[in-house]
């Protein structure tokens, strides 16, 4: 991916790649991790964990439905269990299952999706969970995860399986840049500021991190000071800094790969309504499907790039000043 | 590896095949004054599976310790065709996993014993369920979940005809054979009527039923599932069946063959109570049926 590299970050391993890496070392450490598998292991990088534990891997199949039934079940006996498959089809296929066998049983069940968004490139439209979001933070009892870079990734594969109970990890099918060192503070359901601003406050998660890291770089040329957030807990949101960032920078811009619609915006507008009302402009996937394409080229066409936030941020410095 | 019976229930203790009738009979009755005093529920979706649930609770089949719901080593019943409740608490009541009291308060605001199976409010319930097709998954994986813990315990399914409609029932299935778990055990309650109508009608395609099992892996036995002996001996010789999970195809009649239930017959009134009138026609054939009077 080519955003951050302008401003020096450095590219690093994809957030499945980090997943999978962090999930064998868990493994070796929490003998009662089981994972369950809908034949999609070298894909979603639970393969390493499924050499090394045989004995606590179950590839159920192309079949997300009873791979999320049989996660809950393996729950409800007492397993620590982590489930995973390509996002779109485990939250679109499965969304019953998790629904009813996952979230309302509160079961403690991990469910990890990768080759989320457009970013996954010449696969096509079909592959595209461009929904997960919203459909994951649908779900009473639900935590829902999407960490910016590999070293995140890793922090919140941990932190996720030291939790008890329903956790949605969205992970990703390219390298993207590294933002975070090893033994930076990662804490469930509060914000990261990487950047101090005044002037307006971008708030984004998964790829678009770097991204709103380079407009910000890019709006500092110009005069404009941004605060970036990433949000790496889509739910529960961290209000707090929503609420601070509005009080302190007047307006607010979002960025994530995902329909506007029920996802990381759409979450942050409802924060701002009930709490400080101020300028808001959505950075994401409009309201359509995407295509076959190469990555960098699906981002800049369906406008997620570093570009689109600085022309929103433009937009809600206008707005702001009236 | 021996369990180790930690103050076991007395009911995992067998009763006799008579004894066994009674309880039945009782609780036959109780899922007809439940659901008629909700003034909703599915009471002949539960009468079909009683005796079944019956045999498995009271019959020598499952171990488990009411007062002990959580005992990891319990064997387990799921309850996947959760619209049979009514059949389900009225089992758990009489096993002392919670009071009889709470039976009249059945689908009641703020009562545990809600519409549907929900087993973060009332103990001895194994798994929430509702959603047609995901309890066999669930047991399955609970039965995972034995093989990886090293432990003994054994998973009962419940099913329905019409439920076997769901994909998710035979994904489930080719899953289970493909990890031989020979500690699950499914039950088909094969009372032949789902919402709308005959299932030989609404699904056709689900005959023959045993030879789709078989098919899948499965060790497969087909029974009466109103004749308690054979129930309690078939519930038996499955737990020898080595490296297959077992379906135990029951023919049973959905609402028992009580004539209030079978005047309807499209569906065998599923989903609707009887009246006041018709519990008392439906009590009255049950005596008969069972050769037993006076009520509780």
Not at chain 2, 66 to 86: C, E, M, N, T, V
Request: glycine content about 10%; charged content about 20%; aromatic content about 8%.
């Amino acid at each position: 991916m080519n955003a951050g590299k302008q401003i020096g970050l450095k590219e690093g391993p994809a957030t499945r790649d980090a997943f999978g890496k962090s999930l064998t070392e868990i493994g070796r450490q929490n003998s009662n991790l089981v994972v369950v598998d809908g034949d999609v292991s070298n894909s979603t990088r639970t393969e390493e964990f499924a050499k090394e534990f045989p004995e606590r891997f179950f590839n159920v199949g192309i079949a997300e439905s009873n791979l999320v039934g049989v996660a809950s079940g393996l729950a409800t006996a007492g397993k620590d269990v982590l489930a995973a498959s390509f996002a779109a089809f485990l939250l679109c296929n499965a969304y019953d299952q998790i629904r009813m066998s996952v979230a309302f049983p509160q079961a403690n069940v991990k469910l990890v999706g990768s080759h989320s968004g457009i970013s996954i490139g010449e696969d096509g439209p079909s592959q595209m969970a461009i929904e997960d979001i919203a459909l994951a933070t649908s779900f009473p009892n639900f935590t829902v995860l999407v960490p910016a870079d590999a070293t995140s990734t890793q922090a919140a594969t941990r932190a996720m399986l030291e939790q008890k109970g329903p956790f949605y990890l969205r992970t990703g099918r390219p390298k993207v840049p590294l933002i975070y060192e090893e033994g930076f503070d990662f804490q469930i359901g509060k914000a990261n500021k990487l950047r101090e601003g005044s002037d307006l406050t971008i708030i984004a998660c998964g790829l678009m991190v770097a991204a709103a890291l380079e407009a910000a770089s890019d709006l500092e040329q110009k005069g404009i000071n941004a605060r970036v957030l990433d949000m790496h807990t889509i739910k529960p949101l961290d209000m707090e800094s929503i609420e601070l960032a509005a009080r302190d920078t007047g307006a607010i811009v979002t960025a994530e790969e995902h329909l506007l619609a029920g996802g990381l915006g759409a979450g942050v507008a409802r924060v701002i309504a009930e709490t400080y009302p101020v300028p808001m402009a959505f950075v994401g996937i409009q309201d359509r499907y995407a295509e076959s394409g190469k990555p960098q080229e699906l981002l800049e066409k369906y406008g997620l790039t570093a570009g689109h936030i600085r022309l929103a941020a433009e937009q809600v410095i206008r707005q702001k000043q009236g | 590896m021996e369990r180790q019976f930690m103050n076991a229930h007395k009911t995992t203790k067998p009763r006799s095949i008579d004894e066994l009738q009674t309880i039945s009979w009782r609780l036959s009755r109780q899922i007809i004054e439940i659901t008629t005093k909700a003034g909703s529920g599915h009471p002949s979706s539960s009468l079909s599976a009683i005796d079944i649930l019956v045999a498995l609770y009271f019959g020598g089949i499952m171990t488990y310790d009411s007062s002990q719901p959580a005992w990891p080593d319990r064997d387990r019943f799921i309850l996947s065709k959760g619209h049979g409740a009514p059949g389900l608490y009225v089992t758990l009541a009489e096993a002392s996993f919670f009071d009889p009291k709470l039976l009249p308060t059945f689908r009641k605001l703020g009562s545990p014993l809600e519409g549907h199976p929900n087993m973060r409010v009332l103990p001895g319930v194994e798994a929430s369920t509702g959603s047609l097709g995901q309890g066999l998954s669930i047991g399955l994986g609970h039965a995972l979940a034995a093989r990886v813990d090293g432990r003994n315990y054994r998973v009962y399914v419940m099913i329905g005809d019409g439920e076997a409609d769901e994909g998710q029932i035979w994904e489930a299935s080719m899953a289970a054979a493909k990890y031989k778990v020979n500690n699950l055990t499914a039950l088909l309650d094969h009372n032949k009527f789902q919402q709308t109508g005959p299932v030989s009608q609404v699904m056709p395609s689900l005959f023959p039923v045993a030879d789709k099992w078989r098919a899948f892996g499965w060790f497969v036995e087909e029974i009466n599932g109103h004749n308690m002996e054979e129930v309690v001996a078939t519930l038996k010789k499955v737990q020898n069946i080595k490296d297959q999970p077992q379906m135990i195809i029951c023919h049973t009649l959905k609402g028992k063959g009580l004539s209030p239930f079978e005047k309807d017959d499209v569906n065998r009134k599923h989903g609707v109570p009887l009246t006041e009138e018709e519990a008392k026609i439906a009590f009255a054939e049950l005596d008969k049926q069972y050769g037993r009077s006076g009520g509780d």
